[in-house]
């Protein structure tokens, strides 16, 4: 990534970041609330170099543990898991396509979900997770969606971030 690119990323995240954490807490209910940070984690592993991109992953999802309040360490490394899948099919694709990028987020939502799940239910004694999880699902596939398809709308997603 050139510097103008990093830059412009680094404020991305961060700015992910401060909304996840301090607004959408307060304006929208939990099951509808969208994650940034795994909209940001997929757009990097489609268009960023995957020796800065694996460790920003895990990155990002130890940033959405910390704040989320769930265990540490659980959606970090469902993000590096996702990062590492997608980066070793993105070469195949098109990666600038906004209907790839969406259909990404979407699978990229249900496999978190899904490792996350299993996760949970393999180091918890917790009756009630499941149900709870479950019902969290599809509002938030379909708000992650909705947030892929607008930030595939905004000028420049289809520029190559990554130089050679």
Known sequence: MNRRATLLFSCLVLTSIIIQVSLLPVF?????????????MVFL?????????????????????????LYLGLN??????????????????????????VLTVAGVTLAGFTLNLLLTTMFTASPGIAYSMFSDIFPRLLVNSFIASIVSLLPGFDSQVASS
Do not use: C, Q
């Open 45 to 69: 592993a489609l268009h960023g170099p995957f020796k800065m991109g694996a460790p920003l992953a895990w990155l990002l999802g130890m940033f959405n543990d910390v704040y989320s309040g």
């Open 28 to 40: 929208v209910r939990p099951p509808f609330k969208p994650d940034l940070l795994l909209v940001s």
């Open 76 to 101: 970090a490394a469902t993000f590096l898991i996702s990062f590492l899948v997608i980066k070793s099919v993105s070469e195949r694709l098109y990666a600038d396509s906004a209907i790839l990028f």
